[in-house]
């Protein structure tokens, strides 16, 4: 498979054998659940369920799992970005649409070579936690605000997962941390951060997204600018810097860098998620957006 990889030049990605991380995969959602019901730990997180699950699902044994890093910074995405109410993983259209369409041409080359070969294709929504495979296979560091920190493209990426029952003898490399220089906790404008990992109830990213907020919240939400995620911890991370810019073209096409109240006030949220019905948000709501925004007008 890594000679029909290899032409996909602009993504990074790994293979790795699945049963070398089969027990490792278990432990790893134990710990998640067992997170979950402390109440710790970010909901939005596919929680994952078991590798056998898998097969009674989808009616193929899983075998290997190619695990991508499609990057979406552009050199003009990161020249705009500190001006930008929304976060830069936002400019473009949803991510999601374009890692499928990235990952079913994938797909579709190597059925030409295994024409038998099953495939489950997933990026954020699927049965599995794509940020295992991701530090796993050796895909990127671990970084302390939980990013996936690819050694080409920083963390600036999506995580794309392609499992299949063709088998593979590729192995699992070590996973690593990051520098762990601290600036990420130093600079995070919530307190987020700490040595011992994210508080996502305070995380201003998930703040954005969240559907109510208590006064205490709307206090950290008013020390960012943004009204959809946030780019701090990334911005300030030296292993961010002098990376490679991404060169998909979907990527570059259609950036829309703020939303502004006039634009949206007056609109149904009918309207809204019809308006932006190809951007990562729209499934938020027009409320929660201009909640976002009065709040950070209040500051």
């Given at each position: 498979m890594n000679d029909i990889l290899k032409k996909y030049g602009d993504i990074n990605y790994r293979i790795m054998d699945i049963e070398s991380c089969r027990e490792s995969y278990d432990e790893f959602l134990k710990k998640l659940k067992e997170k979950r019901s402390l109440g710790e730990g970010n909901e939005y997180e596919i929680e994952g369920e078991g590798l056998d699950e898998i097969s009674n699902k989808y009616g193929f044994y899983p075998r290997t799992a190619i695990v991508l890093f499609v990057p979406f910074m552009t050199e003009d995405k990161a020249r705009v970005s500190d001006g930008a109410n929304l976060s830069s993983h936002a400019f473009s259209r949803d991510y999601h649409m374009i890692v499928k369409k990235i990952m079913k041409e994938i797909v579709d080359d190597i059925k030409a070579k295994y024409h038998e070969a099953e495939f489950l294709i997933q990026c954020d929504n699927g049965p599995l936690n794509e940020r295992f495979f991701a530090y796993a296979s050796g895909l990127g560091k671990t970084g302390m605000n939980s990013m996936i920190i690819n050694d080409i493209f920083g963390s600036y990426g999506f995580i794309g997962l392609i499992i299949t029952d063709i088998s593979s003898k590729e192995h699992i490399t070590e996973s690593l941390q990051c520098i762990r220089?601290?600036?990420?906790?130093?600079?995070?404008?919530?307190?987020?951060?700490?040595?011992?990992?994210?508080?996502?109830?305070?995380?201003?990213?998930?703040?954005?997204?969240?559907?109510?907020?208590?006064?205490?919240?709307?206090?950290?939400?008013?020390?960012?600018?943004?009204?959809?995620?946030?780019?701090?911890?990334?911005?300030?991370?030296?292993?961010?810097?002098?990376?490679?810019?991404?060169?998909?073209?979907d990527f570059s096409r259609d950036l829309l860098y703020n939303i502004e109240l006039g634009e949206i006030y007056d609109i149904s949220n009918r309207e809204f998620r019809r308006k932006f019905s190809d951007r990562n948000f729209s499934w938020k709501g027009k409320n929660i957006i201009v909640r976002n925004i009065m709040t950070g007008r209040d500051k």
């Open positions: 220089c601290d600036r990420c906790i130093s600079q995070c404008p919530s307190g987020a951060i700490s040595s011992d990992g994210v508080d996502f109830s305070r995380c201003i990213s998930y703040l954005t997204q969240k559907k109510t907020i208590d006064s205490f919240e709307e206090t950290l939400l008013k020390k960012q600018n943004k009204v959809f995620g946030c780019d701090v911890c990334q911005d300030v991370c030296p292993e961010n810097k002098n990376k490679k810019y991404s060169n998909i073209e």
